[in-house]
């Protein structure tokens, strides 16, 4: 395991030590891209709420009653 991470290190500062200059071109469709991946973002995180909403307001739900006694 160590072993797999000392690679990876090695191998990330190497490209970023020995890198060249790169002229890059981002076209038009890249920013529908990250747009879509956004809006998927954001549709994934409700339906996630959506089917675990009962579990969520139940966990609420104990925090809330744990507060009330303690001030009791």
């Given at each position: 395991?160590?072993?797999?991470?000392?690679?990876?290190i090695l191998?990330?500062?190497?490209?970023?030590l020995f890198?060249?200059?790169t002229f890059a071109y981002i076209d038009p469709g890249s920013g529908s891209i990250?747009?879509?991946?956004?809006?998927a973002t954001i549709a994934g995180a409700g339906t996630a709420i959506s089917i675990y909403w009962n579990k969520i307001k139940l966990f609420f739900t104990k925090i809330l009653k744990k507060k009330n006694n303690d001030k009791r």
């Open positions: 395991m160590k072993k797999t991470i000392y690679i990876i191998f990330t500062l190497s490209n970023l890198s060249t200059k990250l747009l879509q991946a956004i809006i």
